[in-house]
């Protein structure tokens, strides 16, 4: 079983950043992509970032300039760079991983997840 465990949440205000870092217990087939997710309340999960395994990446067109995933196969560990932050950010974030790439991401399609750090952004 794969375990992701999430860190770097917190509370900023609009225009400020964050660096969430995703540690992964290890790499299997089913790990090939790593992926952020976000839930706000009273709304859908919404894929927010992807990278797979050779580096290729996805972002949601909200995020894109603002947002970096990238990651450290010798740390196993993926990162989500938060810049010019906005209140719609706003957010529980996930970390979770999938055998395979789609986008734009369905997030039942992901079987590993992590617990999710907060992310507060106030105007």
């Known amino acids: 079983q794969v375990q992701l465990v999430e860190s770097g949440g917190g509370s900023v205000q609009a225009g400020g950043s964050l660096r969430l870092m995703c540690v992964v217990s290890r790499y299997t087939t089913s790990t090939y992509c790593m992926g952020w997710f976000r839930q706000a309340p009273g709304k859908e999960r919404e894929g927010v970032a992807l990278i797979d395994s050779n580096r290729g990446t996805w972002y949601a067109n909200s995020v894109k300039g603002r947002f970096t995933i990238s990651r450290d196969n010798d740390k196993n560990t993926v990162y989500l760079q938060m810049n010019n932050l906005k209140p719609e950010d706003t957010a529980v974030y996930y970390c979770?991983?999938?055998?395979?790439?789609?986008?734009?991401?369905?997030?039942?399609?992901?079987?590993?997840w992590g617990q999710g750090t907060q992310v507060t952004v106030s105007s």
């Open positions: 979770a991983t999938s055998g395979g790439w789609g986008t734009p991401p369905r997030w039942d399609e992901y079987t590993n």
